[in-house]
């Protein structure tokens, strides 16, 4: 990386870092994390994002050129060939069951069945390898096949080629462009990992009626789950927050919430918190009879995204000093509105929501694929012009606490102890044999819960 790429990459990186941490900057920063806009740009459908890596990353390099003002692009995506080798029915693909040109969608199912929690809640990963899974996917309903083997066999190879894929985008991005992540890694809240791939919207709203008791169990078990995968998938670094999409949490009455929902969730964020991390949080949907919770949680360490629905002016005046908000710029103002409208919409934000700071320039919760490109330029113009604090001011990257990993279970299926025994003892060196067998014990047990997101 070039000394120029090196200082645009610090002073992004800074920009956005010190935003989050409540800190004063030179100006209101121009951070998404979902850029759908960003990646039809250049003109790819929806289905070459999500089966052709190079397109995907080279629509970003040439958005990043065309609009060098923006702090942080877009987080990572899915590969859909990984979906493809087990025949996962929880999404649909443009190009596969959909129109090339379709955004892909979440297909919510009960694979959990209403009498199941105690198997769940004994033990969470046999439970999902052995019942929940193998209902998820098409290529397992043949348990035992030479086809199911295969699809297992598949799956694992095309995580590792994800993995490349997602580290190469991160690093090209850095070292051609300057451009860092807005967020590595992502959990769900435990009740919507229970209510979005497991229960579903329905069985979870009657569980909470006919077994109140299990749901809460249920949602204590998944904490460290959901944490130990968070972890997982972070950024080594601790550069970039780590993502949370809430689903459920604005279908909740404050008394659901107070039970079900925010217990959990709060104890995931201080888990990862406490590791030295900050947040990511779309607020998806009305948060607003929720959100003076996230005044629990230590300052300047959760970034959150405001949804169309919600007010960004009440959610100021809620979370002002307490943690940093985005968003503010109704998605049909991308969409539908002029040039003018949206200057006069960033103007008016940059002079009220923005005053202070704490707040980052964003749609509500993402920038629509179809957004006119006249109006992101007028946005983009619009923050340039009114969005400054103070122009002296040159935003540095913060170095991250080192943090402590406070989770308390092993997350494994088989112990070494157990393979152990099984071998009858060792003649050599033990930890040369155990290490190894732990760390990719670790790594598949990590790999179940990704089926969840």
């Given at each position: 990386?070039?000394?120029?790429?090196?200082?645009?990459?610090?002073?992004?990186?800074?920009?956005?870092?010190?935003a989050i941490a409540l800190k004063s900057i030179d100006?209101?920063?121009?951070?998404?994390?979902?850029?759908?806009?960003?990646?039809?740009?250049?003109?790819?459908?929806?289905?070459?994002?999500?089966?052709?890596?190079?397109?995907?990353?080279?629509?970003?390099?040439?958005?990043?050129?065309?609009?060098?003002?923006?702090?942080?692009?877009?987080?990572?995506?899915?590969?859909?060939?990984?979906?493809?080798?087990?025949?996962?029915?929880?999404?649909?693909?443009?190009?596969?069951?959909?129109?090339?040109?379709?955004?892909?969608?979440?297909?919510?199912?009960?694979?959990?069945?209403?009498?199941?929690?105690?198997?769940?809640?004994?033990?969470?990963?046999?439970?999902?390898?052995?019942?929940?899974?193998?209902?998820?996917?098409?290529?397992?309903?043949?348990?035992?096949?030479?086809?199911?083997?295969?699809?297992?066999?598949?799956?694992?190879?095309?995580?590792?080629?994800?993995?490349?894929?997602?580290?190469?985008?991160?690093?090209?991005?850095?070292?051609?462009?300057?451009?860092?992540?807005?967020?590595?890694?992502?959990?769900?809240?435990?009740?919507?990992?229970?209510?979005?791939?497991?229960?579903?919207?329905?069985?979870?709203?009657?569980?909470?009626?006919?077994?109140?008791?299990?749901?809460?169990?249920?949602?204590?078990?998944?904490?460290?789950?959901?944490?130990?995968?968070?972890?997982?998938?972070?950024?080594?670094?601790?550069?970039?927050?780590?993502?949370?999409?809430?689903?459920?949490?604005?279908?909740?009455?404050?008394?659901?919430?107070?039970?079900?929902?925010?217990?959990?969730?709060?104890?995931?964020?201080?888990?990862?918190?406490?590791?030295?991390?900050?947040?990511?949080?779309?607020?998806?949907?009305?948060?607003?009879?929720?959100?003076?919770?996230?005044?629990?949680?230590?300052?300047?360490?959760?970034?959150?995204?405001?949804?169309?629905?919600?007010?960004?002016?009440?959610?100021?005046?809620?979370?002002?000093?307490?943690?940093?908000?985005?968003?503010?710029?109704?998605?049909?103002?991308?969409?539908?509105?002029?040039?003018?409208?949206?200057?006069?919409?960033?103007?008016?934000?940059?002079?009220?929501?923005?005053?202070?700071?704490?707040?980052?320039?964003?749609?509500?919760?993402?920038?629509p694929y179809d957004t006119k490109p006249e109006n992101?330029?007028?946005?983009?113009?619009?923050?340039?012009?009114?969005?400054?604090?103070?122009?002296?001011?040159?935003?540095?990257?913060?170095?991250?606490?080192?943090?402590?990993?406070?989770?308390?279970?092993?997350?494994?299926?088989?112990?070494?102890?157990?393979?152990?025994?099984?071998?009858?003892?060792?003649?050599?060196?033990?930890?040369?044999?155990?290490?190894?067998?732990?760390?990719?014990?670790?790594?598949?047990?990590?790999?179940?819960?990704?089926?969840?997101?």
């Amino acid at each position: 990386m070039t000394e120029d790429l090196k200082k645009l990459y610090n002073e992004r990186l800074g920009r956005y870092q010190n935003a989050i941490a409540l800190k004063s900057i030179d100006r209101i920063p121009i951070a998404s994390g979902s850029n759908y806009f960003a990646e039809v740009y250049s003109g790819c459908t929806k289905q070459e994002i999500i089966y052709d890596p190079e397109k995907w990353l080279q629509a970003e390099k040439d958005f990043i050129k065309d609009f060098p003002e923006v702090d942080v692009l877009r987080n990572n995506r899915l590969w859909a060939p990984l979906q493809d080798t087990v025949g996962s029915k929880t999404y649909k693909f443009p190009g596969r069951e959909l129109d090339p040109d379709i955004q892909f969608q979440f297909i919510e199912e009960e694979y959990m069945k209403a009498d199941e929690y105690d198997d769940l809640i004994n033990n969470p990963g046999e439970y999902l390898i052995d019942k929940v899974l193998p209902r998820m996917f098409t290529e397992m309903e043949d348990r035992g096949s030479p086809r199911s083997y295969m699809a297992w066999l598949k799956a694992g190879m095309a995580q590792m080629k994800m993995g490349e894929i997602m580290k190469n985008r991160s690093i090209t991005l850095q070292q051609e462009c300057g451009m860092p992540q807005p967020m590595t890694g992502a959990f769900l809240a435990p009740f919507d990992a229970l209510s979005d791939a497991l229960r579903g919207l329905q069985g979870i709203s009657i569980d909470m009626y006919r077994q109140p008791e299990k749901v809460e169990k249920a949602c204590e078990v998944l904490t460290e789950e959901m944490a130990g995968f968070a972890l997982s998938t972070a950024d080594p670094f601790k550069r970039y927050p780590i993502f949370v999409p809430t689903h459920k949490a604005c279908f909740l009455s404050p008394k659901q919430f107070e039970r079900f929902y925010w217990p959990s969730f709060k104890r995931v964020l201080e888990i990862l918190i406490e590791a030295g991390y900050t947040v990511r949080a779309y607020l998806e949907g009305d948060w607003t009879q929720h959100w003076h919770h996230l005044r629990e949680l230590p300052k300047g360490k959760v970034l959150l995204d405001i949804d169309d629905q919600a007010d960004i002016v009440k959610a100021k005046e809620d979370l002002a000093g307490y943690q940093c908000i985005a968003g503010g710029i109704p998605s049909s103002m991308f969409i539908l509105g002029s040039p003018d409208e949206m200057r006069e919409r960033v103007k008016w934000l940059c002079e009220t929501v923005g005053q202070d700071g704490g707040y980052i320039l964003n749609g509500g919760c993402n920038i629509p694929y179809d957004t006119k490109p006249e109006n992101y330029k007028a946005m983009i113009e619009a923050a340039m012009e009114y969005g400054f604090y103070d122009e002296s001011l040159k935003p540095e990257p913060i170095t991250p606490p080192e943090g402590k990993n406070t989770l308390t279970k092993k997350r494994i299926l088989t112990p070494w102890e157990t393979k152990k025994e099984e071998l009858g003892g060792i003649t050599g060196d033990e930890e040369l044999i155990k290490e190894p067998w732990e760390m990719l014990e670790k790594m598949g047990y990590n790999w179940l819960w990704q089926w969840l997101m």
